[in-house]
């Protein structure tokens, strides 16, 4: 299995409704059929130093092997939700593990 975390910081200046665009993006992703397992998330109410909770959204994907993370990565969902959202990035930080 890989585990393909991504964290998004959106820019200061995104309004509501595009935060909610971003969303229905993020959700888009769940249709591509190598996705085995997905959650999309924000910031839990969790206060501990150790938690980040600076980030606007969280998208966590499970692929069943590394050619299917590859597929993902190429697919034309996931470069569709790049190609409209991408203006909104602030930072985005990717995990990937085994």
């Given at each position: 299995?890989?585990?393909?975390?991504?964290l998004?910081?959106?820019?200061?200046?995104?309004?509501?409704?595009?935060?909610e665009?971003?969303?229905?993006?993020?959700?888009?992703?769940?249709?591509?059929?190598?996705?085995?397992?997905?959650?999309?998330?924000?910031?839990?109410?969790?206060?501990?130093?150790?938690v980040?909770?600076t980030?606007?959204?969280?998208?966590?994907?499970?692929?069943?092997?590394?050619?299917?993370?590859?597929?993902?990565?190429?697919?034309?969902?996931?470069?569709?939700?790049?190609?409209?959202?991408?203006?909104?990035?602030?930072?985005?930080?990717?995990?990937?593990?085994?």
């Open positions: 299995m890989i585990a393909h975390h991504v998004f910081w959106l820019k200061a200046d995104t309004t509501d409704a595009q935060k665009a971003f969303l229905g993006g993020l959700k888009s992703l769940e249709q591509i059929e190598v996705v085995k397992n997905f959650h999309v998330g924000t910031p839990a109410p969790i206060e501990r130093a150790v980040d909770t980030y606007t959204f969280s998208l966590l994907l499970f692929f069943e092997d590394l050619a299917a993370h590859d597929v993902y990565q190429v697919h034309p969902i996931h470069k569709a939700f790049l190609e409209e959202f991408r203006i909104h990035f602030e930072k985005i930080v990717i995990y990937d593990a085994q």
